[in-house]
Antibody, heavy 121, light 110 residues
Framework: QHQLQESGPGLVKASETLSLTCAVSGASIRSDNYYWGWIRRPPGKGLEWIGSISYSGSTYYNSSLKSRVTMSVDTSKNQVSLKFNSLTAADTAVYYC?????????????WGRGTLVTVSS | QSVMTQPPSASGTPGQRVTISCSGS????????LNWYQHVPDAAPRLLIY???LRPSGVSDRFSGSKSGTSASLAISGLQSEDEADYYC???????????FGGGTKLTVL
């Protein structure tokens, strides 16, 4: 069973680019049954879907964020990555990596604990 | 403003049954699977219910879900202190081409 662990810088400056990594353990990410997604939760607000990626690199992005988001996958390291540019204070949030399972819903059925990103001015 | 609407708070005493509602539209839960999540602060969100009423392996049968048209509900029976958490509904939205979430309901066990 997959376990997910997000990592990132914690604090980034406005206008810079955020880079986050999701390390997947317990099983290979090379499966046609799953995609790998990113979801965030700004402080005091609800969850917002950022997008998802397959192990072969097919991507789906939230259209409201698409111009600033790039997702990638490294199957040799069993990890997925998120890059988010032109940051503002509104991008301050806990960022979660999650497994998208086509056979349960579909749904994001396994999540990491998240990593807090604070954008400073 | 969330695309799907949930009450911001709910509460109950140990042993009680509580329900949390989620209201959407024809473009999201009206035509797609509806999922429920439990989120305890500083922990990983946990899938409780998928496809409106199905429980993943390991989820207690105290949790149950239902959906009718563009409204859904999550019921928690035999309320326990460890059920205190935030609860979210989620569905794919065909108009937005995005996964959308309810605003979340904070459940307090009194």
């Amino acid at each position: 069973q997959h376990q997910l662990q997000e990592s990132g810088p914690g604090l980034v400056k406005a206008s810079e680019t955020l880079s986050l990594t999701c390390a997947v353990s317990g099983a290979s990410i090379r499966s046609d049954n799953y995609y790998w997604g990113w979801i965030r939760r700004p402080p005091g607000k609800g969850l917002e879907w950022i997008g998802s990626i397959s192990y072969s690199g097919s991507t789906y992005y939230n259209s409201s964020l698409k111009s600033r988001v790039t997702m990638s996958v490294d199957t040799s390291k069993n990890q997925v990555s998120l890059k988010f540019n032109s940051l503002t204070a509104a991008d301050t949030a806990v960022y979660y990596c999650a497994r998208y399972n086509f056979w349960s819903g579909p749904s994001y059925d396994t999540w990491g604990r998240g990593t807090l990103v604070t954008v400073s001015s | 403003q969330s695309v799907m609407t949930q009450p911001p708070s709910a509460s109950g005493t140990p042993g009680q049954r509580v329900t949390i509602s989620c209201s959407g539209s024809s473009s999201n839960m009206g035509s797609n699977a509806l999922n429920w999540y439990q989120h305890v602060p500083d922990a990983a969100p946990r899938l409780l219910i998928y496809s409106s009423s199905l429980r993943p392996s390991g989820v207690s049968d105290r949790f149950s879900g239902s959906k009718s048209g563009t409204s859904a509900s999550l019921a928690i029976s035999g309320l326990q202190s460890e059920d205190e958490a935030d609860y979210y509904c989620a569905a794919w939205d065909d108009s937005l081409n995005a996964w959308v979430f309810g605003g979340g309901t904070k459940l307090t066990v009194l």
